[in-house]
């Protein structure tokens, strides 16, 4: 079993529609929870960071994060085309120095008008 | 700020040559980690660094050479390439972590490699 589930879609939605993402995971020694999103033939970049449980809220994107579960969510409202992209939850514990994350294999969101 | 830079973008290799992955950053970042992206099993870590001289094993480092002489280098060495090491490689910096707490990793284009 993987330590990070995510669902690799692709999830196909309408422009304004609101898109739910999710993690789960297994290692209760997570403590420190990310969004990345990734555009075609491009680099990871960070979206969301979250430190705790309960909900982070940005603009559009909302992150929720449930550890009693091992359940992260990342909310879109009204979702645009330039959305359009992969997200990859990451996660990881105390590293010392090391920024070490544990990435899911994405979901891929596809924003249509 | 050109933030992380990777040569070359794509690559092609015969099995059993070797080739070295460059990767430059221009943030003064202490931390650097090479990762590679296929399909199916997202981001999996390569080799990291904490700093210069300083180098360490992720979680699929065979096959792969690192070392970090400078703070902004951090090249990714192919011994003998293998058609299993055909994938997007990824570059990726972050600034010191305070109190074990990650910092946000600053990715670089990608790097597209096949073996045949």
């Known amino acids: 079993q993987k330590e990070v589930e995510q669902d690799p879609g692709p999830l196909s939605v309408p422009e304004g529609a609101i898109v739910s993402l999710n993690c789960t995971y297994s290692?209760?020694?997570?403590?420190?929870f990310m969004w990345y999103r990734q555009y075609s033939r491009k680099g990871p970049e960070l979206l969301m960071y979250?430190?705790?449980?309960g909900n982070k809220e940005d603009g559009r994107f909302t992150a929720q994060v449930d550890k009693s579960s091992k359940y992260i969510s990342l909310f879109i409202r009204d979702s645009q085309p330039s959305d359009s992209a992969t997200y990859l939850c990451?996660?990881?514990?105390?590293?010392?120095?090391?920024?070490?994350?544990?990435f899911g294999t994405g979901t891929r969101l596809q924003v249509t008008l | 700020n050109a933030g992380v830079t990777q040569t070359p973008k794509f690559q092609v290799l015969k099995t059993g040559q070797s080739m070295t992955l460059q990767c430059a950053q221009d943030?003064?970042?202490?931390?650097m980690s090479w990762y590679r992206q296929d399909p199916g099993m997202g981001l999996r870590l390569i080799h990291y660094s904490v700093g210069a001289g300083i180098t360490d094993q992720g979680e699929v480092p065979n096959g792969y050479n690192v070392s970090r002489s400078t703070t902004e280098d951090f090249p990714l060495r192919l011994l003998s390439a293998a058609p299993s090491q055909t994938s997007v490689y990824f570059c990726?910096?972050?600034?010191?972590?305070?109190?074990?707490?990650?910092?946000?990793?600053?990715f670089g284009e990608g790097s597209r490699l096949t073996v045949l």
């Open positions: 943030m003064n970042h202490e931390y």
């Open positions: 979250t430190y705790s449980s």
């Open positions: 290692n209760s020694a997570f403590q420190y």
């Open positions: 990726a910096s972050s600034y010191v972590v305070l109190d074990g707490v990650p910092g946000e990793l600053f």
């Open positions: 990451a996660m990881s514990w105390d590293t010392g120095t090391a920024s070490k994350l544990t």
